[in-house]
């Protein structure tokens, strides 16, 4: 009975929202930038930010790159209709995995399951759709190893990131204080090329 009545509110819950969005309607994704600072752009519930003219696209693939005595790789897919609070949208996924110039791996998220909280994921473009803006948590994000990724196309074999930190707040188990694995400069960014 118990079960029964979880999937009745689910159904219920699920209805409003696909109710919602036939309301609200489909938004392209690369509009996005434009509604949380602009009174003529109002976001309202159940909004669907879609890539409808498949900007993300460009992004997907492995990339990888060298910095800092370091190679990134990146494994880059798209994550769709993926549900927030008031909306949905489409998104970059971005697994990754960095190794050190000994070939010792420092991280590695490639092969962990798609909603796992150390990914980097996907926010908006930028004013064009040429810049990705993306979420950054670390491993060791108590330590402000965290904060927006900048990706930027560059063209179809090449892109660049690098991490603008959250905040130089630090808590108190972290001895090194602030502890950066990504770049935090755009001028120290990191240069991928497309592998697949």
Known sequence: MKNMMCFIVFLSLYSCYA????????????????????????????????????????????????????????????????????ISFDELLIKYKIEDDNGNVLVNTLAMFDDYKDHIDGKFFGETTTRYYANYAGLQANCNQKGTVFLDFVNSTIITLWVLPDSDIIGPDCPDGNIHILPTTKTAEVTLTKQS
Request: hydrophobic share 35%; proline share 3%; aromatic share 14%.
């Open 19 to 86: 109710q919602n969005i036939q309301q609200a309607g489909i938004v392209p994704l690369e509009t996005y930038h434009m509604y949380p600072n602009n009174d003529n752009y109002n976001i309202q519930d159940g909004m669907y930010f879609k890539d409808i003219n498949n900007h993300l696209d460009k992004f997907v693939g492995i990339w990888s790159g060298f910095y800092d005595n370091k190679t990134l790789t990146l494994d880059i897919s798209i994550l769709e209709d993926k549900f927030g609070v008031r």
